[in-house]
């Protein structure tokens, strides 16, 4: 990209039909800027907008309130308060305990499947498989699943192991667990190909070194493999993190979010705010106090982009 | 349990040792690989048995009475237009895949390739609009959908995704990789611009534009927020919307559930098990950038 690998061009006029032309690079932009500054950035205005006036679906905009939506989820007495924390609050739960399974249990998975052994890919395929479902379908399988009377954990139970019936989709903290389970099958593939990428990129001669200096395979884990895999594993687990926090059909199609809002999204609050009362700019507000809370995450995942771009070489 | 690849040297006894020391890890791989499939049989399974054994205890793994009427039943009733939500999401995802890799394509090529005035913070700019998340944009959009009449088109399906951030990315780190000397060979050959990126660049990125055009397809195809709010009309739910509806429905009639779902599933599950290499491939390429 240095000046000198490349001849300077003789800018031509704005008019030239040929390749002097110098708006022929924002020609070349211009369908894609188009539609990104319409529908990627406009509404990230047009939403702060929103947020600062009363708005409902039937008479659109109407009188200015300033900042009236925000201070709503800051004062207690607001249902807003109290609904957006602890919807809040669910999905960091299921967050804090999700991602733990999400990235270890990747692992696990990548380091089973990385030496060869009979039909890998086979094994491999059937891991990944989950993830390409929808979300419905995944939702309405583990709905099924964990059915409260004939579902097929219950049913198993009972019957193989005489134990007693467990209402999962209706008992507050045991609904997580369809959910959970649900989110881990099937989102576990994506991680587990992350990491036997990385786990490709990991040198032999390493492995059979510390071998040569009588490492047991712990020893190669924790000081060769774990070590190596720190950046991989960092960028697994924020972008896990981000993506538990967006968490949004599974919980609407196995649980609805219930029982009482237990295991009630936020995401799914927001939207009930905005189209079930039809408070749009209340709901725009929490949208955006979720986003700047995400930020922190945003951030270092932008980082990390970066850093790889960069280390890429330009 | 270590994640040792053999060493090359070894004699055969040690090889017959390893493939001996290997038999627990692959005992552990078929259970597991069973427990990641069951909910997909016991779907298949559910599917085929009368209403009536579907809930039958002791559990029937197998159908005794194997039948395809929750089939035709679903397939031919008036509310579950699961062919008409099938056509939906393939129009959808087909139409959102083509427009994101051509507007993705056009604006990394330049990016990329060519020197102009604001390029690197055109580029930051699309670049940090990653960092919005999604449900920021949710209810402006959909105002946006209802002012321009476009809630129940295919148009709020398709357009307002098309412009993403990744894409560009994902494509400007590859064209930044292709050898600067075949474009300027092409260009002392007098090729313009649109000729170098068509018969030099593109040619080049087969495995990239696959790569974003699988993500996109999915991308598209499993959109579960945008569509339960701008296309709610019976006609015009994608499958994922749709099969939602349909299981409100069918709440307690398994069968038919099963059978519905199973619909939704199978064909991407086929087409997964075709162009499961360029999607790990993609992954793969991805993440390395890690």
Redesign the interface.
């Known amino acids: 990209m240095s000046p000198a690998?490349?001849p300077n061009q003789r800018r031509g006029s704005l008019l030239a039909l040929?390749?002097s032309n110098?708006l022929?690079?924002?020609l070349?932009?211009l369908?894609?800027?188009?539609?990104?500054l319409v529908?990627?950035?406009?509404?990230?205005g047009?939403?702060l907008y929103?947020s600062l006036h009363r708005w409902n679906?039937l008479e659109g905009q109407q009188e200015f309130v300033g900042l009236l939506f925000y201070r709503n989820l800051f004062d207690p007495s607001t249902p807003q308060y109290s609904f957006f924390w602890k919807t809040l609050l669910n999905t960091a739960f299921f967050t804090a305990v999700s991602t733990p399974l999400l990235v270890g249990a990747a692992l696990g998975?990548a380091?089973?499947?990385?030496?060869?052994?009979?039909a890998r890919a086979?094994?491999?395929?059937?891991?990944?498989?989950?993830g390409?479902?929808?979300?419905?379908?995944m939702?309405?399988?583990?709905?099924?699943?964990f059915?409260n009377?004939?579902g097929?954990v219950n049913?198993?139970r009972?019957?193989y192991f005489d134990l007693p019936v467990i209402q999962f989709l209706t008992t507050e903290w045991w609904a997580w667990v369809p959910i959970i389970v649900g989110t881990v099958?099937w989102t576990i593939g994506?991680n587990m190909?992350?990491y036997?990428?990385?786990?490709g990129?990991?040198s032999?001669t390493l492995?059979?070194a510390?071998?040569i200096d009588g490492a047991?395979?712990?020893a190669?884990?924790r000081f060769i493999?774990w070590p190596l895999l720190s950046?991989?594993t960092l960028?697994i687990t924020v972008t896990t993190v981000l993506a538990s926090f967006?968490l949004?059909?599974q919980s609407l199609?196995i649980t609805n979010g219930g029982p009482v809002r237990s295991t009630q999204s936020v995401?799914q609050y927001?939207?009930e705010e905005?189209?079930g009362n039809n408070q749009?700019a209340s709901?725009?507000a929490m949208?955006?106090v979720?986003?700047l809370l995400?930020?922190v995450f945003?951030?270092i995942?932008?980082r990390?982009?970066?850093r790889?771009?960069n280390a890429?070489g330009? | 349990m270590a994640a040792l690849p053999n060493s090359p040297r070894g004699s055969r006894s040690q090889a017959r040792w390893r493939r001996v020391r290997d038999v627990p890890r692959f005992v552990l791989l078929v259970v597991l690989a069973i427990i990641f499939l069951a909910p997909l049989y016991w779907m298949l399974t559910t599917s085929f048995k009368p209403e009536a054994e579907t809930i039958s205890i002791p559990v029937q793994w197998v159908p005794a009475n194997p039948t395809l009427e929750n089939y035709a039943e679903i397939v031919n009733s008036p509310d579950g237009r699961l062919l008409r939500w099938t056509w939906n999401s393939v129009f959808t995802a087909a139409a959102f895949t083509l427009a994101t890799l051509a507007l993705c394509v056009l604006a990394a090529y330049p990016l990329a390739r060519m020197r102009f005035r604001g390029r690197e913070l055109w580029f930051w700019f699309i670049l940090s609009s990653m960092m919005v998340p999604g449900i920021v944009t949710l209810i402006p959009s959909y105002i946006m959908m209802l002012n321009l009449n476009w809630i129940d088109t295919y148009h709020a399906l398709i357009w307002p995704g098309v412009a993403n951030a990744f894409g560009v990315f994902l494509l400007r780190q590859f064209f930044l990789g292709i050898p600067r000397e075949l474009q300027e060979a092409a260009r002392m050959d007098g090729a313009n611009s649109l000729q170098v990126l068509r018969h030099v660049i593109l040619p080049l990125s087969v495995p990239v534009l696959v790569t974003l055009g699988v993500f996109s397809f999915m991308g598209s195809w499993n959109n579960y927020v945008w569509p339960l709010y701008v296309a709610t009309s019976p006609d015009m739910q994608t499958l994922p919307v749709g099969i939602t509806s349909f299981s409100q429905r069918y709440v307690t009639e398994y069968g038919k559930l099963m059978a519905g779902t199973a619909l939704a599933a199978v064909p991407v599950l086929v087409a997964y098990l075709l162009a499961q290499r360029y999607l790990v491939q993609g992954i793969a390429l991805t993440g390395m950038k890690e």
């Open positions: 690998t490349r040929n390749e110098p022929i690079p924002y070349f932009l369908p894609h800027a188009v539609f990104f529908f990627v950035i406009y509404p990230v047009y939403g929103i679906l998975l380091i089973l499947l990385y030496r060869p052994i009979f086979v094994f491999r395929a059937i891991f990944f498989m989950p390409i479902l929808s979300v419905a379908v939702g309405i399988l583990w709905r099924w699943m059915d009377q004939s097929l049913v198993i009972e019957q099958w994506f190909t992350l036997l990428a990385a786990l990129g990991i032999p492995y059979e510390a071998e047991g395979p712990w190669r884990f493999t950046p991989t960028f967006q949004f059909g199609v995401i927001i939207t905005a189209f749009l709901a725009s949208a955006f979720f986003g995400m930020l945003t951030a995942q932008f990390l982009m970066v790889d771009m890429e330009r």
